[in-house]
């Protein structure tokens, strides 16, 4: 388990959640995350939203697939019409890069909506861990059961 470098991070050390922060070059790109040495078929991504229900809204989905609005609207309980992407100007309030958002926030009342496919006990996945140069490794049962995460499906 890390030292707390970051709030989220004392999220999952509160609710005992082992983890592994990896340090690494920084890596924008599909192309340069797929060359870090974790495996593909492991890596998560957090997507930002915001509502008029929730300034901040967490949606983890595999690397490889993508959001289902309809779902998403429905299992957060607003419309279509109202989600909408997280702006760089929010995500720097919360200390968070696009492309390295971390599937947890320490931020009251932001809600974690995890697709049902991320989810399988012992299974090891790979996410943001707050920048383009780090990574989270996590069993993604651990996700599932943090106090604000949602399971359900997500992707289509």
């Known amino acids: 388990m890390s030292t707390p470098e970051a709030p989220?991070?004392?999220?999952l050390d509160s609710a005992g959640c082992p983890y592994t922060v990896h340090e690494h070059a920084a890596a924008h790109s599909v192309a340069e995350r797929q060359a870090l040495p974790?495996?593909?078929s492991q890596a998560v991504k957090t997507l930002a939203f915001a509502t008029s229900d929730f300034p901040l809204l967490l949606v983890v989905l595999r690397a490889q697939d993508r959001v289902d609005f309809a779902r998403?609207?429905?299992?957060?309980?607003?419309?279509?019409?109202?989600?909408?992407?997280?702006?760089?100007?929010?995500?720097?309030?919360?200390?968070?890069?696009?492309?390295?958002?971390?599937?947890?926030?320490?931020?009251?009342?932001?809600?974690?909506?995890?697709?049902?496919?991320?989810?399988?006990?012992?299974?090891?996945?790979y996410c943001g861990a707050g920048s383009a140069d780090r990574t989270l490794q996590i069993n993604s049962a651990d996700l599932a059961r943090l106090p604000r995460a949602q399971v359900g499906v997500l992707s289509r």
């Open 72 to 125: 998403l609207a429905a299992l957060s309980g607003t419309s279509r019409s109202r989600l909408r992407a997280a702006d760089a100007g929010l995500l720097a309030a919360e200390g968070l890069v696009p492309g390295g958002v971390p599937p947890v926030s320490h931020r009251p009342g932001v809600p974690c909506l995890i697709d049902a496919a991320v989810v399988d006990p012992g299974r090891i996945v």
């Open 38 to 40: 974790f495996p593909w």
């Open 8 to 11: 989220w991070q004392v999220v």
